[in-house]
């Protein structure tokens, strides 16, 4: 059974760098099969996008946050990471971690199974 | 504002039909990409409820069911119960731009 877990700061001072990090059992990052992703939340608010990534580091964007997001794979710990730079109150969300749900397809893909999710406060 | 147009809230009572409509365009829905569903309770982790238009993952009821037809999806809940009050949210992919998954704003369903 496949489980992802965030973890990282639940504060970040505004125009820092949030860094979040999901760690992945049950399945093998290396493997290459499926694609990684980042997903945030902010209180009441509705799902958004951020990225994904490939096991070979390859990587696509939410064009909305392309210009501050990194998103960047560890396989020796089976783990990927978030890096948002900038951050302002609008950044404040629960962010999850998820994988594809289909094997290797970057685009047409749902979800499936998600992390917790752990919240992330922008604020001074 | 999403990209793909749903509801902001609908209703019913226990043992009706609903349906919750996900209205996209040629860039997402329409470029025959696929939409997917996801279910959540206040305060938990999004539940991938219909996959690849019209597919449920295992021990989603069968009370659940997708469609999609043209540049629109729908998602419909028969013998609607209590416990079925909760978010919806679909999602697919949109060309524009440079390529995005997106999603939906999320309806809330209401069991009356």
């Known amino acids: 059974q496949v489980q992802l877990q965030e973890s990282g700061p639940g504060l970040v001072k505004p125009s820092q760098t949030l860094s979040l990090t999901c760690t992945v059992s049950g399945d093998s990052i290396s493997s290459g099969t499926y694609y990684w992703n980042w997903i945030r939340q902010p209180a009441g608010k509705g799902l958004e996008w951020i990225g994904l990534?490939?096991?070979?580091?390859?990587?696509d964007y939410n064009p909305s946050l392309k210009s501050r997001v990194a998103i960047s794979v560890d396989t020796s710990k089976n783990q990927f990471s978030l890096r948002l730079s900038s951050v302002t109150a609008a950044d404040t969300a629960v962010y999850y971690c998820a994988r594809d749900g289909r094997p290797t397809t970057p685009r047409d893909n749902w979800f499936d199974p998600w992390g917790q999710g752990t919240l992330v406060t922008v604020s001074s | 504002q999403s990209v793909l147009t749903q509801p902001p809230s609908v209703s019913g009572a226990p043992g009706q039909r609903v349906t919750i409509s996900c209205t996209g365009n040629n860039s997402n829905i329409g470029a025959t990409f696929d939409v997917h569903w996801y279910q959540q309770f206040p305060g938990t982790v999004p539940k991938l409820l219909i996959y690849?238009?019209?597919n449920r993952p295992s021990g989603v009821p069968d009370r659940f069911s997708g469609s999609k037809s043209g540049t629109s999806a729908s998602l419909a809940i028969t013998g609607l119960q209590a416990e079925d009050e909760a978010d919806y949210y679909c999602?697919?992919?949109?060309?524009?731009?440079?390529?995005?998954?997106?999603f939906g704003g999320g309806t809330k369903l209401t069991v009356l």
């Open positions: 990534i490939y096991s070979s580091g390859s990587t």
């Open positions: 999602q697919s992919y949109d060309l524009s731009l440079s390529g995005s998954r997106v």
């Open positions: 690849a238009n019209t």
